[in-house]
């Protein structure tokens, strides 16, 4: 099982970016697929989730400007992050079950 994100980079605060997670070896449409986020100095954090039936959660700070979305003919689930904020700022993984992504560095300065 592989979970490969990609996306991440540079960019400025009220910006936009949009983070892929394609999965091999595994199907992102069974059960619940979930962003996390880790910060330097912090813990990590639940993101967004997305469940089989297309639900989503998300945690407050990222509501309204964060979209979690899937396509299951390419097995990736997709975090579309608009109005980045500094406190963006962090390595973000994609997590199914027990397996996580290498994770993606999204970094949001002027």
């Known amino acids: 099982v592989q979970l490969q994100a990609s996306g991440g980079g540079l960019v400025q605060p009220g910006g936009s970016l949009k983070l892929s997670c394609v999965a091999s070896?595994?199907?992102?449409?069974?059960?619940?697929t979930g962003w996390y986020r880790q910060a330097p100095g912090k813990q990590r954090e639940l993101v967004a989730t997305i469940t089989t039936v297309g639900n989503t959660n998300y945690v407050d700070s990222v509501k309204g400007r964060f979209t979690i979305s899937r396509d299951n003919a390419k097995n990736t689930v997709y975090l579309q992050m608009n109005s980045l904020k500094p406190e963006d700022t962090a390595v973000y993984v994609c997590n199914k079950l027990t397996y996580w992504g290498q994770g993606t560095l999204v970094t949001v300065s002027s």
């Open positions: 070896g595994i199907n992102l449409d069974i059960g619940v």
